[in-house]
């Protein structure tokens, strides 16, 4: 008899070892992935909400104190309705404030840092970031009174004012102060 030699026949397994995954693993985190997205999504979404809510916000800022700017100049030049100069630009005063006109105001008055361009109030925001439109009477979803045309609205890129997303000014033109604000409901 030997001893301490190698038996003369090797033990056989079946299956030899398995490292890795297995099925049930690969559905197990396949739906925590799908658990995960589903509340992800909605977070992610509304993020684009909240950063058109701040754009809108930022405009209504700027048109807030753009207004403050020019009544205090006007004030000081003793202009009540007439033309003021700023940066270079001729400023429509009305009643004090700046007008609620697009073409003789706000197109050279308001600097948020991007072209904001004049559209129609009735069609989406595709030429610049922001578009703007003057002398309005009424827009859509607007929370307050207005008579006579002294609304400008400024409104984002891909959206059209009926989407009641977008910041305005109203110059009401009988002495009171004009008004900013901003529609966000469909932001």
């Not at 309705?81 to 004090?96: A, E, L, Q, S, Y």
């Not at 984002?156 to 009401?172: T, V």
Request: aromatic share 8%; net charge positive; hydrophobic share 40%.
């Amino acid at each position: 008899m030997r001893t301490n030699q190698m038996p003369l026949y090797k033990s056989c397994t079946l299956h030899p070892p398995v490292s890795g995954f297995t099925l049930v693993d690969l559905v197990v985190v396949i739906a925590l992935l799908g658990i995960l997205a589903s509340v992800a999504l909605p977070r992610f979404v509304s993020l684009g909400a909240d950063a058109r809510r701040a754009s809108v916000e930022g405009v209504q800022a700027a048109m807030a104190s753009t207004s403050t700017m020019v009544a205090a100049k006007s004030m000081v030049e003793g202009v009540k309705d007439g033309w003021i100069t700023v940066d270079g630009n001729r400023i429509k005063v009305t009643d004090g404030y700046i007008a609620g006109h697009w073409n003789n105001a706000w197109r050279y008055a308001l600097n948020i840092g991007k072209e904001i361009g004049y559209t129609r109030t009735n069609q989406s925001c595709t030429q610049n970031a922001f578009c703007g439109v003057g002398n309005q009477k009424k827009a859509s979803g607007l929370p307050i009174a207005t008579s006579g045309r002294g609304l400008v609205i400024v409104w984002l890129e891909g959206m059209k004012i009926s989407d009641h997303c977008y910041a305005y000014y109203y110059n009401p033109s009988n002495g009171d102060d004009p008004i900013t604000g901003t529609v966000v409901a469909g932001c």
